[in-house]
């Protein structure tokens, strides 16, 4: 069983940055593959970033926050990151971190095992 936490949600003016950070329980952190998704109120929740557990660095993207956000992990830590940069108001929503077995970079909800209780992030104009 792994728990994950995030944090670093909160009130940001758009062109802000905020930093969220997941971090897990359990001795296996650096085996999993980690991923962001978000949801806005009304709307279903959407893929944001995801990264491989070991090797290779390979992070995916949704197009929408490509050039604005990073996705990193510090596998020491068990924790991975979102740096959110040159907010938007449409970034506005519920971030979620989640954690699938595999390792591997899955855009797909379905494909993690393991998800937090979400951090708000809201971004006004």
């Known amino acids: 069983q792994v728990q994950l936490v995030e944090s670093g949600g909160g009130l940001v003016q758009a062109g802000g940055s905020l930093r969220l950070s997941c971090a897990a329980s359990g001795r296996t952190f650096s085996s999993y593959g980690m991923g962001w998704f978000r949801q806005a109120p009304g709307k279903e929740r959407e893929f944001v970033a995801a990264i491989r557990s070991r090797g290779v660095i390979t992070t995916y993207y949704i197009d929408s926050v490509k050039g604005r956000f990073t996705i990193s992990r510090d596998n020491a830590k068990n924790t991975v990151y979102l740096q959110m940069n040159s907010l938007k108001p449409e970034d506005t929503a519920v971030y979620y971190c989640?954690?699938?077995?595999?390792?591997?970079?899955?855009?797909?909800?379905?494909?993690?095992?393991?998800w937090g209780q979400g951090t708000q992030v809201t971004v006004s104009s």
């Open positions: 989640a954690a699938n077995i595999r390792g591997s970079v899955y855009s797909t909800s379905d494909l993690y095992d393991y």
